[in-house]
């Protein structure tokens, strides 16, 4: 099992980081870096199924989730279930059954006015190459996010 670990400072209250990195709109920003037209389909609450979607070929594809733990400003936890491949969910393919049980985990400190931002990813489904990719693109989608908070009015 694979663990991966990111984490930045953000100048902003942990409420304001967790409003901003969950807001629909807001979250389209900063995952772009993952995939352009990134975005989210369900809920964040505690038990929901939550699917992480960008278009591929006009059609959705990403990740099928649910939310395993969402302690408001504190701490949200993902388990991701299995794919979505042109629009429709597949728990069962080798790629699939990977990820199946791999965790993605959020946790929001703040001191002083300052959010500590940390991500977890945990789980058969991190392989090399998906560690590599993570590694180029975590760091440069967590500046995203910084930027887009640190900017912002809220």
Do not use: C
């Amino acid at each position: 099992m694979a663990y991966l670990h990111y984490e930045i400072d953000i100048k902003a209250p942990k409420q304001k980081v967790w409003e901003i990195m969950l807001g629909d709109i807001t979250y389209r920003e900063w995952t772009s870096v993952f995939h352009a037209g990134s975005y989210y389909e369900g809920s964040w609450d505690k038990g929901s199924k939550i699917k992480f979607l960008a278009l591929d070929e006009g059609k959705p594809s990403g990740m099928s989730s649910h939310i395993v733990e969402n302690r408001p400003y504190e701490y949200i936890s993902i388990e991701h279930l299995g794919e979505v491949i042109n629009g429709t969910e597949d728990l069962t393919s080798e790629n699939a059954r990977q990820w199946a049980g791999s965790h993605e985990n959020y946790t929001f400190n703040e001191v002083n006015g300052i959010t500590t931002l940390t991500i977890e990813l945990e789980g058969d489904g991190v392989n090399r190459e998906i560690a590599e990719m993570f590694d180029a693109m975590w760091p440069k989608a967590l500046q995203k996010l910084k930027e887009i908070v640190e900017q912002s009015p809220l």
